[in-house]
């Protein structure tokens, strides 16, 4: 099993930027995939981003060009850059690790809340 931490989240004004971290700890070495979700008020968590271990990465469509991921092997941490932000990145930010064995385990982290607002 794998514990996550976020961490980095506040309020900022819209064009703002933040960072995210994701610290893993537990079974480490099994990680395939890190990547994060964000749920709005009233709305179901989605998908935003995920690294793998060759640090390929992918984006929804409404983050491209204003967010990255990255990784920290050393720090077992991953770390989300938000620029230009809006008042529709709101949201509650979850930090997902999928890892490989005998069937793929998804572990979430608690959370963590971005507010966008002037």
């Known amino acids: 099993q794998v514990q996550l931490v976020e961490s980095g989240g506040g309020l900022v004004q819209p064009g703002g930027s933040l960072r995210l971290s994701c610290v893993a700890s537990?079974?480490?070495?099994?990680?395939?995939?890190m990547g994060w979700y964000r749920q709005a008020p009233g709305k179901e968590r989605r998908w935003v981003t995920n690294?793998?271990?060759?640090?390929?990465?992918i984006y929804t469509d409404s983050v491209k060009g204003r967010f990255t991921i990255s990784q920290d092997n050393a720090k077992n941490t991953v770390y989300l850059q938000m620029n230009s932000l809006k008042p529709e990145d709101t949201a509650v930010y979850y930090c997902y690790a999928d890892s490989a064995g005998v069937r793929v385990t998804r572990d979430w982290g608690h959370g963590t809340q971005v507010t966008v607002s002037s």
């Open positions: 537990g079974s480490i070495s099994s990680i395939a995939v």
């Open positions: 690294i793998n271990k060759s640090a390929r990465t």
